[in-house]
């Protein structure tokens, strides 16, 4: 069967999951309710092209496993009429680093990519410090206590919803299932806007055209998108904006409940819930008392998520570039490390520190992402693919040096007017 893309882009709910891989249609409603280990992780490309996000988040040898006649006696549907591929996804060089790095597993068993008994630990660890600083936020409800429990909830975004929504976490579905609702009432960002917006649109194809993932409604952050005559200031208000950014985070994936009749009722209804339990409890331990607290606890966790994030990718030297036809190139090329050795920085950041490995294999525990970094960059070398590594500093100057160049009216040649 030969279908029209925008039939298959129909195809995104849990009734009815059509994903398309290499040009060919794959129906995984039944397999994504059963079997798929990263429960309903589909539906957030479902209806669309995932092919790219499907080579990443999975062993090379599970390519194969689309050809089995098994698989395509279950799933396959047809061929989308016309394909045109965004990327080249199954290059050399992609190979090279997935090999490379399926090895060094291999041959360190006692190293797991995932289902780490010591994260799971860490889970409870942060849900017991996240207790403590909510405990502490109603006993005192002053802003001092409003803004160490505002950073909580971003740890809570950094090290728990992050890599369990790329399935770096775990791959048990009922674990999943528990830490998503777990993560909903502790932090701000939903998993249905989280999944859409950064695990599909952002890996997908980061910095090409208005990456939704990274932004302020405000600022103008590619030079496709028009600008407008308040984005001449933008080098003033983009800082301060970021403080503010949580705020309207928490207010827009509030409105996105609305979308969640996608998925199955069950699973959708836990979600609403744990977000009305949260809600309910930031607004009973004085969090919404006064201006002051609501400030104190947005604005500082706001600043440490967007600044740990945006120099990532919206660096100087991405201003010009163009779309790489190497899916793996791409995304190292439009990527950033900063001090991608710290195990320290890699802490606190969950590994956004190291932009390039994650972006390459972003179903892998972050802890592992700087130990990548040795594997990665050698062959990055030998295939001439520029592997951009600054200290944080000179990484932030970047991304203020772009939002400050791109608040400058360009034509559409790029040349200043
Ligand atoms: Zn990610």
Request: with cysteine; net charge positive; proline share 4%.
């Amino acid at each position: 069967m030969i279908l029209e893309y925008g039939e298959v882009e129909k195809h995104n709910t849990s009734e009815s999951c059509y994903v398309i891989l290499f040009g060919e249609i794959f129906d995984l409603t039944e397999f994504m309710k059963y079997h798929h280990k990263g429960g309903y992780a589909p539906l957030s490309c479902g209806g669309k092209d995932a092919t790219g996000i499907f080579l990443s988040t999975h062993p090379l040898s599970v390519k194969k496993i689309l050809k089995t006649k098994e698989f395509r006696r279950k799933y396959y549907i047809g061929k989308v009429s016309q394909y045109k591929p965004l990327f080249n996804y199954y290059d050399k060089f992609y190979i090279e680093c997935k090999r490379a790095v399926e090895k060094y597993f291999d041959e360190h068993r006692d190293v797991l990519p995932r289902n780490r008994p010591q994260r799971y630990m860490e889970v409870f660890l942060i849900s017991i410090v996240w207790i403590i600083a909510a405990m502490s936020m109603n006993k005192h409800r002053d802003p001092l206590r409003a803004s160490i429990f505002g950073m909580m909830n971003i740890m809570v975004g950094f090290r728990i919803m992050h890599d369990l929504q790329h399935g770096a976490l775990t791959n048990s579905r009922k674990i999943k299932t528990m830490f998503d609702i777990l993560s909903s009432v502790g932090t701000v960002m939903s998993i249905p806007g989280w999944s859409k917006s950064h695990n599909y649109e952002h890996h997908t194809s980061p910095m090409l055209d208005d990456d939704p993932d990274c932004k302020i409604n405000m600022a103008r952050y590619h030079k496709n998108k028009t600008h407008k005559w308040y984005n001449t200031f933008q080098s003033i208000y983009t800082i301060p904006g970021y403080g503010l950014s949580s705020i309207m985070f928490e207010l827009k994936e509030l409105m996105q409940w609305t979308t969640l009749n996608k998925y199955p009722v069950g699973y959708r209804d836990g979600l609403m819930l744990s977000k009305l339990v949260r809600i309910g409890i930031l607004k009973k331990i004085g969090c919404y008392d006064n201006m002051k607290n609501i400030l104190s606890f947005y604005i500082p966790a706001s600043l440490y998520y967007t600044l740990a994030i945006c120099p990532s990718h919206m660096h100087i030297d991405n201003l010009d570039k163009e779309k790489n036809a190497s899916y793996a190139k791409h995304q190292v090329s439009h990527s950033f490390n900063y001090n991608s050795t710290s195990r320290i920085v890699n802490y606190l950041t969950a590994g956004l520190n190291a932009q390039i490995e994650h972006h390459l294999f972003p179903s892998i525990d972050c802890r592992h992402l700087p130990l990548l970094r040795s594997i990665i960059k050698p062959i990055c070398d030998k295939h001439g693919v520029a592997y951009n590594d600054q200290g944080y500093v000179q990484c932030m100057k970047g991304h203020l040096k772009y939002v400050r160049e791109l608040g400058r009216i360009r034509d559409k040649s790029g040349v200043v007017k």
